[in-house]
């Protein structure tokens, strides 16, 4: 499956992508308001904790662990395993504990037992199965890794449909229920994918590199594990209890369900489409030469890429978006139709910031990543609070686009290389904008004509048209990155010719 990658990996990324979209719709169709809230609110609560105990330990692994693909022996793996995943599992059992002493997770109308009871069975299933991943993505088994996430979260979204077909009325309890069920399985499936790709390892290898050590891993998870730290607030599980503090039960359902659509659709993202694939080698290529600029067309051609799908998303939120979310939700859902807009808008801005993580994680600079993350982070995290309380949860998104802005201009002026290289910034915005324009376009236009299906579907030609025209002026692509674009899209025919 190694062979592949990128290709392959991509493809089942986008298929998951694609599956994944349909359970948060299912749910929100099938859940009542408030137990959509309830649902939001325990899995906002349970990542925030797997964050908090994570201690940097999954990005250590894609870090010291490629240049050990297939070529260590199983039971010196075995132990780096286990030494990792001991100090990770114990320190979310500390958080769950801290946490669920406090109750300042339990959300309003829920069982106070058995809600901590499935906080604390999800945390640890995906705690372990997260953890597992991480070995996974860091032996550069990504073929396996996108299969195994696949299958999940098809598991899921069949499980689910079912019990719908049946007849059944879904509970927040049932979903999560589930969700732990498929945690559990997902980590069973990527432990035997990690002991069947090692044992063929030590068969074609007759080479086998001694494991990092604990002190090897701590060093290179330390700096990781404060950004995490220090990007708690921005966080989308974060965000959501926030808003769960001081908005009601409907806006609190509208903008979990919009940020778990948002953040199903990133498989179609190429930022996050290619960073476990792009991440390792990019640090291996770091790690034979030192040079930095090799990654100017590929950071450039990831950046614009991904902001060209967001601006198309805009068109389609803006023109159709309320139409689908009446016809596939509840009504309350596309009455929000602006705050859906406004967290794709989020999205967007929160690239740049994954892509400074991606290029400074893999050229050895994260110490000067987390002192500017943490910087800014200080000074701004706590105004989130009054943006939430004045400006809902409309004001909180606005006030989260700052943060990866002032991040990449402060990098830049510090003289961090990977940021130096990221120029691309003001053409981004100027795709967002051609898709803000052209959907906005759309949308005037059904409010001068006869409702129904021909308005819709001309609306939605009057807006791809208007955001075509717009891209034409600005001309996202020069002529080198058009040619990485085309050799991406070759990658996988050429893979398996070879």
Not at 412 to 419: I, K, L, N, P
Not at 436 to 461: D, K, N, R, S
Request: charged residues 10%; glycine residues 8%; contains cysteine.
């Amino acid at each position: 499956m190694r062979a592949s990658a990128p290709g392959f990996f991509s493809l089942i990324r986008l298929l998951t992508g694609l599956v994944g979209i349909g359970t948060p719709v299912l749910l929100a169709k099938a859940l009542s308001i408030t137990d959509f809230a309830i649902y939001a609110t325990i899995t906002a609560a349970s990542g925030l904790m797997l964050v908090v105990s994570n201690l940097g330990l999954d990005r250590a692994c894609l870090r010291l662990l490629p240049s050990h693909a297939g070529a260590v022996a199983l039971s010196s793996l075995a132990r780096f395993m286990a030494m990792l995943m001991l100090p990770r599992m114990a320190a979310l059992a500390l958080v769950l504990v801290l946490v669920i002493a406090s109750g300042i997770w339990l959300p309003v109308g829920s069982g106070a037992n058995y809600s901590a009871l499935l906080l604390i069975l999800l945390s640890l299933s995906s705690g372990a199965s997260q953890m597992s991943a991480a070995f996974m993505q860091g032996l550069l088994m990504h073929g396996a890794y996108a299969v195994i996430v696949f299958l999940s979260v098809v598991l899921r979204f069949v499980w689910l449909l079912v019990l719908i077909l049946l007849g059944e009325t879904l509970h927040y309890a049932q979903v999560i229920e589930i969700f732990i069920a498929v945690e559990l399985l997902s980590l069973l499936a990527q432990s035997a994918a990690i002991v069947w790709f090692t044992l063929r390892g030590e068969i074609t290898s007759s080479r086998s590199k001694a494991m990092p050590t604990l002190r090897d891993v701590f060093k290179v998870s330390g700096a990781n594990y404060f950004t995490y730290l220090a990007g708690i607030p921005w966080m989308g599980n974060s965000q959501v209890l926030l808003v769960g503090v001081f908005c009601s039960h409907e806006i609190i359902a509208a903008f979990a369900f919009f940020q778990n659509l948002i953040e199903r659709a990133k498989p179609f993202m190429p930022v996050r489409l290619l960073q476990i694939y792009v991440e390792p080698q990019w640090a291996k290529l770091h790690q034979a030469d030192g040079r930095v600029r090799r990654f100017q067309a590929p950071l450039a051609t990831l950046q614009k890429s991904n902001a060209l799908l967001l601006s198309l998303g805009l068109v389609l939120i803006f023109t159709v978006g309320d139409a689908l979310l009446r016809q596939f939700t509840r009504p309350l859902y596309a009455d929000q139709i602006l705050l859906l807009g406004l967290v794709l808008m989020q999205q967007a801005t929160g690239s740049i910031a994954d892509l400074l993580w991606m290029g400074i994680n893999a050229t050895n600079q994260v110490d000067k990543l987390v002192r500017a993350f943490s910087l800014i982070s200080l000074g701004a995290a706590p105004l989130l609070i009054p943006a939430v309380m004045f400006g809902g949860a409309e004001g909180m998104i606005v006030w989260t686009w700052m943060l990866p802005i002032l991040l990449l201009i402060l990098l830049r002026h510090s003289g961090v290389h990977f940021a130096q290289l990221m120029h691309q910034t003001r053409k981004t915005m100027l795709l967002l904008l051609a898709g803000l324009v052209a959907g906005w376009i759309g949308g005037a236009f059904q409010t001068i004509a006869e409702p129904g299906m021909q308005t819709l579907a001309a609306a939605l030609l009057i807006g791809m048209v208007v955001w075509l025209a717009l891209l034409m002026l600005v001309k996202p692509f020069n002529r080198a990155e058009r040619h990485l674009l085309k050799r991406f899209v070759s990658t996988k025919r050429s893979a398996a010719k070879s």
